[in-house]
């Protein structure tokens, strides 16, 4: 069974670059044909979809975040990251990384609170 593991800093100055990483254990980044996303859920707010990264390294946005956010991944430690720069307050939340185009998978979520 896959499990994935948010890691990061909980909180984080405005202006700044928030760095979160997600390891994925039971299964391949690399497997055909998964999409690891981030996904975040601010404070009586929705589930907000940011990004992706596709298992052939291929990346993709919501186009609310593509100037901010940035995903990558470390296949030799099976993990995948996700970079938000420029963080507001707006950008408190509780962050998920995810498996599967329509999420099978979920970690625990992270919380993250950007001071003003």
């Known amino acids: 069974q896959v499990q994935l593991q948010e890691s990061g800093p909980g909180l984080v100055e405005s202006s700044q670059t928030l760095f979160l990483t997600c390891a994925v254990s039971?299964?391949?980044?690399?497997?055909?044909?998964?999409?690891w996303s981030w996904i975040r859920q601010p404070p009586g707010k929705g589930l907000e979809w940011m990004g992706a990264?596709?298992?052939?390294?291929?990346?993709y946005y919501s186009p609310s975040l593509t100037s901010r956010a940035s995903i990558s991944r470390d296949t030799s430690k099976n993990q995948f990251s996700l970079q938000l720069s420029s963080v507001t307050p707006e950008d408190t939340a509780v962050y998920y990384c995810?498996?599967?185009?329509?999420?099978?998978?979920w970690g625990k979520g992270t919380l993250v609170t950007v001071s003003s």
């Open positions: 039971g299964g391949s980044i690399t497997t055909s044909p998964n999409y």
């Open positions: 995810t498996k599967g185009h329509i999420p099978d998978y």
């Open positions: 990264i596709h298992y052939s390294g291929s990346t």
